[in-house]
């Protein structure tokens, strides 16, 4: 990870690096017990060899972009609910379109859902929460009119494909595109007045208000960067699956809001590091994929899924947060 | 009259609390008898408000006991207060705006019928208490959001009755009343009087004083000056009283010479009803202060200048140019550079979690950086001049701004703002709360800004400040600048008579008498 190479900086706080250390410690237990499992049942290492862990990252990567968008959101204290059909709608639109214009198309859907909820939230300070909950069912009325209701019959383009599901010397595609997101989102949050705005708003909106940040602006373009992440993701999820399918966002919300908080980003906001939410997104595809090699049905899937969450939770609850 | 005699209802005994480094009471002894109206008075930060607070349980103190009927008691909570008939009527409202008048005058305690709330009960019993206060137009089936300040004043009273008191205090809950409420108000606090009560009543207002009370308390600095029968002291005498001899601060030498021509200028400038027309100017190195009681429209005034009221009228004009900023982020801009230091620094100032240099640095990012990018080597020199000008005495840059003092959190504040080289400087009573040391510092840094040519607006509710920093000072009442005190002629007595809006003039002469 790049993210990973770049230095503790003078500005980071201890306790942030703590939830990461602790996700980081989880992931390799998962590794092991996950091995362990094989080792047992079928005398094999699946678990570490390259080409399990590499396809992995391209299922992660998905999730990866996702995420990122939403720490944006919410480390300035708000939330994006409406991420799922942001994502869907990005990628049928983007297959509608198809050609030379299909991702442009894709991203310029997100951008466009990502200024509504910010402005909604910046200027007629509606709660995120039900703002983009409610933009989220106006994308999916508005793309269950424009389908009818049934799979579109239009194909992902061969550059949507090759960026989801291609791979350049044995590594996916996918995991470059999550790269390079990692890298722009990681600079911008650690060196940009942008970065430094956002956890200020996040820590105290009035007190960044008076210092005289622009907070609305800041609000607006954390939340235009969201939606078109979201929409990124989409175009490549469609790549992956060659088109574009009903519903096909809702599995990615509340895992992305659990990698960011997994990663140590407070759900208040003001505090995270970038690179918890890479390790945050690994642990949660870790676990899923873990749990259905160890065949574990449907029902204890959720439960143990739910349980690692919110025991994450609880270990880093302690020391959250200073007080005055 | 009720002098000595009686044995006192409530008396309190060596009671002292402070508040981290801040004494707030010392050694108070205070009693009150039944069938009396008692006056406390006393400038803003004098201690009344945590005197009744003690009595009424919402703190405890830290030393002292206080005896009720001549029994020793101890309130560890408002319940326990009210149960034992001491009751407050607070400065702030306590009613719950979305429950119907009837619900909050039972807010505790509603009368109940096979253990559900017995609504007709509770309709009937607030208009019993409403009627007795001459509040019979209110109607107890309304929402309390839905009825005017002075209406919801009067229902906080009818509250307070209806839990049957012996002492009741009443702490500024005539602010927002109507003449004809205060008259019926007066009828209701002398019947009460007469039925035996104990009231103590807490105003601004001279006059009401003069009009309902028989005894009258001064409390200054957290002590008990002196208590006395009205009458016997004129207005001059009592201000005196508030006022004291004691100099807590030493301020850096004014310079006399003749008053600059103006830099900053504010003509008309309205917002709402709270400001009425303000016309101010302040000249290039002067320090300009703005006294008055609290809430006449100082905050508002500073908070308008800085952009961050919407709706406000008027002109403001820096060297000559239109210079009413939209928002704080215009106020700042190189065009005008004007710098607000906020009234509450854990909440306006600073952004408590983060890091000394990231608040330090959070109102100049622009000038220390290059494109989108932050410039850490500009940013990392700046945060070193800023530490070394100010004296903040830190662990590291790196440190949440939340683990430093009081003082030294309001050090960085002030140093964000220098750090934007800011033209005109406005303060909200920067010193609240910090370490005396510490406000010398900021005295001498506030006339070293000046002399290098800053404009500086300083509104503070300590008297001693405002004489001892300011070249001149603006008094406000009611949302206008009622006087304008200048050089020898701002003293304790103008400052006083002029935020109480009465005649400077006879203030200062029956003050005159007492020494001469």
Known sequence: MTAATLKPRRFALAADDKPIVIASAFIVVLLMIGTGYTLATQGTMTLLSPNYLLQQLQIGAFLGVVAAGMMLVILIGHIDLSVAWTLAAAAMMATTVGGAWAIPTGLAVGLTVGVINGLGVAYLRVPSMIFTLGVNAVMRGLMVAHTGGFAPQTAATDLMRFLAAERIAGIPMAIFVWLGVSVVIAIVLKRTVFGRTIYAIGNREAAAYLAGMHTRGVIITAFAACGMLAGLAGVLLAGYSTKAYQGMGDAYVLPAIAAVVIGGTNILGGRGKYLGTVVGVILIVLLNSVLSIMQMPEAGRQIIYGVVIISMLLVYGRNQRVTS | ?516
């Open chain 2, 1 to 516: 009259m009720t002098d000595r005699d009686a044995q006192p209802l409530l008396s309190l005994s060596k009671i002292s609390k402070r508040y981290g480094g801040v004494r707030a009471l010392e050694d108070v002894d205070f009693s009150c008898s039944a069938g009396s109206i008692h006056a406390i008075l006393g400038e803003n930060g004098a201690g009344k408000s945590t005197l009744i607070k003690i009595m009424s349980g919402v703190v405890q103190p830290d030393t002292g006991s206080m005896t009720l009927t001549g029994t020793p008691r101890r309130f560890l909570s408002p319940a326990e207060a009210n149960a034992a008939g001491v009751v407050c009527v607070f400065q702030e409202l306590s009613l719950m705006p979305d429950l119907s008048v009837a619900d909050n005058i039972s807010i505790v305690g509603p009368p109940t019928r096979l253990g559900l709330i017995d609504a007709k009960a509770q309709r009937r019993r607030a208009e019993e208490l409403l009627a007795s206060i001459g509040c019979e137009d209110v109607n107890p089936l309304l929402n309390v959001r839905d009825l005017p300040l002075s209406r919801r004043q009067m229902v906080e009273i009818a509250k307070a009755l209806g839990k049957k008191p012996q002492l009741l205090i009443l702490d500024e809950a005539t602010s927002a009343l109507t003449n004809s409420d205060v008259a019926t108000i007066y009828e209701v606090l002398k019947r009460l009087r007469r039925e035996g009560l104990s009231i103590l009543y807490i105003s601004h207002r001279m006059h009401e004083i003069e009009e309902l009370a028989d005894r009258a308390s001064v409390f200054r600095n957290g002590r008990h000056i002196e208590t006395f029968p009205m009458g016997r002291y004129g207005h001059g005498e009592i201000v005196e009283l508030m006022i004291g001899r004691e100099i807590s601060a030493q301020y850096p030498p004014k310079v006399k010479r003749e008053r600059p021509a103006p830099l900053f200028e504010v003509k008309k400038l309205t917002w709402e009803n709270r400001l009425r027309a303000v016309d101010l100017s302040i000249g290039k190195g002067e320090i300009v202060g703005l006294g008055g009681l609290d809430g006449q429209g100082q905050k508002e005034l500073l908070l308008a200048l800085f952009g961050v009221l919407k709706g406000v009228t008027g002109e403001v004009t820096l060297d000559g140019k239109p210079a009413l900023p939209g928002s704080p982020a215009e106020a700042k801009a190189p065009s005008r550079r004007i710098a607000l230091i906020p009234e509450d620094r854990k909440t306006e100032g600073l952004m408590l979690p983060m890091s000394i240099a990231e608040n330090l640095c959070s109102a100049s990012l622009d000038a220390l950086s290059t494109g989108p990018f932050i410039d850490r080597t500009k940013e990392e020199v700046a945060i070193t001049d800023a530490i070394k000008r100010l004296q903040i005495k830190i662990g590291s840059p790196g440190d949440a701004v939340a683990t430093l003092s009081g003082g030294n959190q309001q050090k960085v504040v002030i140093a964000k703002w220098l750090m934007t080289n800011p033209r005109v400087i406005l303060l909200n009573d920067p010193t609240r709360g910090i370490d005396v040391g510490t406000k010398q510092e900021i005295y001498a840094l506030l006339r070293q800004l000046a002399d290098k040519g800053a404009a500086i607006l300083f509104y503070s509710t300590d008297y001693d400040e405002l004489i001892g920093c300011c070249d001149r000072v603006a008094v406000m009442y009611d949302g206008a600048i009622k006087v304008e005190l200048e050089g020898d002629g701002i003293t304790e007595q103008a400052l006083i008579a002029s935020a109480l809006n009465i005649d400077a003039g006879a203030a200062a002469r029956s003050g005159h008498g007492v020494h001469g």
